[in-house]
C-alpha cells in the first residue's frame, strides 16, 4: 500500500515533554498538511507545505509548534512544552498536482497529554 | 471562507438512498464543493467534488443548484458501511492547494 502513512499510530505523554510526529506521503505528492481533530470535531488546519516550503502556517499554530519538510518528502510535526490541550488526533494529507482537489489522508497520530 | 450547516444526524436503512444536503450561503464565485467520508480512528477520505449543476462517480452523486447556496451529497442503496461521518466543504484554490475548513459534519447511521 503506497497511502499516507503516520508514525506512531498513538503517544501517551506527560504534560511538558516534547513530541515529534512523523507523516510520509504518497511518493510524487508535493503538497502536504498537517491538520488537528478533537473529539467530535472535524479537522483544523495547522500547516500547508509545498515541496519543502511551509507556505501556510494556521493562527492555531502556536509558538510550541513547528512542522518542517527538509527533502519535500516526509514531514515532522513537533510539539514542544506539551499541554493537556494539546490531546487531539493529528492527522497528515498529501495531494498532488495532478489532483489538487483530493487530499490523501492518513490514519493519524492519537496524542493524549497527561 | 464560507461556512457549511449540515444536520448533526442522520439515519438510513440498508438499501435506501440516503441524501445529505449541505447549506453555503456565503459560497463565493471561485469555491469548490468537496465531500469527505470519515470513518472512526480514520482519516478523511475524498469522495466527490463540484462546482455546478451535477457530479457523479462510482461512489456517489452531488448535486448543485444554480444559485450554489446549497448541495445534496446522494449515496445510492447505503449498506452497513457507509456508517461514518460526511463532511461538506466549501473552498476555492490558493497558493497551489483548496483551502478548506471541516464542519463537524453528518453522522450517518446505517441500520440493517
Known amino acids: 500500500d503506497t497511502g499516507v502513512s503516520q508514525d506512531p499510530r498513538h503517544k501517551i505523554t506527560k504534560r511538558g515533554q516534547n513530541v515529534t510526529f512523523r507523516c510520509d506521503p504518497i511518493?510524487?505528492?508535493?503538497?502536504l498538511y498537517w491538520y488537528r481533530q478533537t473529539l467530535g470535531q472535524g479537522p483544523e488546519f495547522l500547516t500547508y507545505f509545498q515541496n519543502e516550503a511551509q507556505l501556510e502556517k494556521s493562527r492555531l499554530l502556536s509558538d510550541r509548534f513547528s512542522a518542517e519538510r527538509p527533502k519535500g518528502s516526509f514531514s515532522t510535526l513537533e510539539i514542544q512544552r506539551t499541554e493537556q490541550g494539546d490531546s487531539a488526533m493529528y492527522l497528515c494529507?498529501?495531494?498532488?498536482?495532478?489532483?489538487?482537489?483530493?487530499?490523501?489522508f492518513g490514519p493519524g497520530t492519537r496524542l493524549l497529554v497527561l | 471562507l464560507a461556512k457549511t450547516t449540515q444536520p448533526i444526524s442522520m439515519d438510513s436503512y440498508e438499501g435506501q438512498e440516503v441524501n445529505i444536503t449541505c447549506s453555503h450561503n456565503n459560497i463565493a464565485t471561485n469555491d469548490y464543493i468537496t465531500w469527505y467520508q470519515q470513518f472512526p480512528s480514520q482519516g478523511p477520505r475524498f469522495i466527490i467534488q463540484?462546482?455546478?449543476t451535477k457530479v457523479t462517480n462510482e461512489v456517489a452523486s452531488l448535486f448543485i443548484p444554480a444559485d450554489r447556496k446549497s448541495s445534496t451529497l446522494s449515496l445510492p442503496r447505503v449498506s452497513l458501511s457507509d456508517t461514518a461521518v460526511y463532511y461538506c466543504l466549501v473552498g476555492s484554490y490558493s497558493g497551489g492547494y483548496q483551502k478548506v475548513t471541516f464542519g463537524i459534519g453528518t453522522k450517518l447511521q446505517v441500520i440493517p
Open positions: 494529507a498529501s495531494s498532488s498536482l495532478a489532483e489538487q482537489e483530493t487530499q490523501y
Open positions: 511518493s510524487e505528492h508535493n503538497r
Open positions: 463540484g462546482y455546478k
